[in-house]
């Protein structure tokens, strides 16, 4: 039985053949790393790993919950004070009702069965497609009328606020807005966006996980946060105007270098060069100069590395191995920092030898294994149709 066989089976045995079933994507992000909570630039677009969450409304007053993939069960009653499980994922489910409720939109009690193949942990934003999947579902049943751009909101919401990540919009974003065979230029101030064409058959984009987990919340990422804010509001003693770093050129930063502390400096330096890197990668991207875009995403790692210091050995590894590869065009860490995957652009020729070399250089030099994924762009978050009930259904004995 496949995986979304097995959800569908699941949601039938607990809970009654009734429902929907959504796919949301993960995502990648192929340059503008720590810009978006800056009020800056990315460019990230929606990928073929994804969870798939089969959904309906109850006629209790509670949420049941089951995750193929944890093979747990949580279950709570609604109510206008939610708290947090206890067990992490229900949180980020939890969370959206909670900025439902905090929105004027009261949900019913709902059943929620899902699981992915977005690997957890690994970068690739498994947390912004489950809170995606389920507010797209609860949108869809309860006939609220939300747009994509709106959702996102809510969903970075519940994450900041209930589960306590200080995430920017980014994630949440692009798995519901993603468009196949296109990247999303997207700035974060505004929320305008564009689509940029990304569909070359001469290259892939092939993601390398270190297979090192690293939860965000209560973690470094946000103090780095913290910093880039510290050094905001040094520049705004003199720049009153400023509102976040994408205010701020690298004169004026220099302008302020003796007054900052050597780390909040260099974690405003990475920030604004990276938010200028974001910019003219689009523009390499127009001019179809893929080669031009693969130096930046070396530079953008070789950033996060000296100077917003989110890397680790494993990711530097791997960053390091393929830039020595025939046919690699660029490769960078990916996502919050300290573990999950790198991103790599590879010409199609190579892909193959690439993924050798990489898992036995990996192996060799860490001693770890390495998942190596073959990804394509994909459409965002989703209602598909459910797989003929008798794949999955359950027999009565």
């Known amino acids: 039985m496949n995986l979304i066989d097995n959800i569908c089976s699941e949601f039938t045995k607990r809970f009654g053949n009734q429902f929907i ?36 409304l109850n006629n209790e007053n509670r949420v049941r919950l089951f995750s193929v993939d944890m093979n747990e069960e949580y279950e709570i009653e609604l109510s206008t004070s939610l708290n947090k499980s206890g067990k992490g994922w229900p949180d980020y489910i939890l969370g959206v009702v909670d900025q439902l409720q ?14 992915g193949n ?25 006939g609220w009328e939300i747009s994509l751009m709106k959702m996102a909101q809510i969903a970075q919401k519940a994450e900041n606020e209930f589960v306590g990540v200080q995430c920017g919009i980014m994630d949440q974003f692009a798995s519901l807005n993603g468009k196949a065979a296109h990247a999303l230029k997207l700035d974060c101030r505004t929320l305008d966006y564009e689509a940029v064409p990304l569909q070359d058959p001469d290259f892939k984009i092939v993601l390398c996980d ?21 050094g905001v509001s040094i520049i705004q003693e003199t720049h009153p105007k400023v509102k976040k770093l994408r205010d701020v050129t690298l004169k004026v930063l220099k302008d302020h270098k003796d007054k900052m502390e050597p780390v909040v400096f260099d974690r405003c330096l990475f920030v604004i060069e990276e938010n200028n890197r974001v910019l003219d990668a689009c523009e390499d991207l127009e001019q179809n100069d893929i080669d031009a875009f693969g130096e930046k995403m070396f530079l953008s790692h070789d950033g996060l ?30 996502g919050g920092g300290f573990g999950g995957c790198t991103i790599n ?10 993924k050798d070399i990489i898992q036995k250089s990996y192996k060799a030099e860490t001693g770890l294994d390495t998942e190596v994924y073959v990804t394509a762009i994909s459409d965002g978050t989703r209602l598909v149709d459910k797989p003929k009930e008798e794949s999955f259904k359950v027999l009565e004995i």
């Not at 720590?34 to 790993?49: C, E, Q, R, S």
């Not at 297979?211 to 510290?230: D, H, M, P, T």
């Not at 652009?345 to 690439?354: C, I, K, P, Y």
């Open 102 to 115: 905090k929105h004027g939109m009261e949900t019913t009690g709902f059943d929620c069965v899902f699981g």
């Open 305 to 334: 590395k000296n100077k917003y210091e989110v890397s680790c050995k494993e990711l530097d590894v791997l960053v390091d191995i393929a830039r020595d590869v025939d046919g690699v065009i660029g490769s960078r860490m990916m």
């Open 210 to 230: 270190t297979g090192v987990r690293r939860e965000l919340a209560g973690s470094e990422y946000n103090i780095r946060r913290q910093q880039c804010e510290k």
């Open 118 to 142: 977005v690997p957890i942990g690994a970068g690739l934003s498994s947390s912004a497609a489950l809170e995606s999947g389920v507010l797209y579902g609860l949108a869809e049943r309860n």
């Open 345 to 354: 652009l590879v010409r199609t020729g190579s892909v193959e030898s690439f």
């Open 21 to 56: 079933l959504i796919e949301a994507p993960g995502r990648v992000n192929l340059i503008g790393e720590h810009t978006d909570y800056n009020d800056g630039f990315v460019l990230p677009a929606a990928i073929d790993k994804a969870i798939w969450l089969a959904l309906n």
